[in-house]
């Protein structure tokens, strides 16, 4: 349960990041997912170096990580020639 429970805080984070950062992003399902993963673990991480008490900031900080990623993910794949 807590592996299905991962995936959907993942997919969820991946999809409102891609919802609140404007712009046209051609992803799949999965690749929303993998987003929301490598976001959530990045938010993870920042959230327990800012604080030790992060439980109300697990979600705001996979989204906020999220967002990151999707910012670097059009970084690089902008700067690829077509």
């Known amino acids: 349960m807590l592996i299905v429970s991962v995936l959907l805080v993942g997919l969820a984070a991946g999809a409102l990041a891609r919802f609140l950062v404007p712009g046209p992003d051609p992803m799949g399902i999965f690749a929303t997912l993998g987003l929301g993963?490598?976001?959530?673990?990045?938010?993870?991480?920042?959230?327990?170096?800012?604080?030790?008490?992060?439980?109300?900031?697990?979600?705001?900080?996979?989204?906020?990580?999220?967002?990151?990623m999707l910012v670097l993910f059009r970084a690089v794949t902008q700067r690829r020639p077509v």
């Open 37 to 68: 993963l490598l976001g959530s673990c990045l938010g993870a991480v920042a959230a327990t170096v800012v604080s030790e008490d992060n439980d109300g900031l697990s979600l705001v900080s996979a989204v906020i990580g999220s967002i990151v």
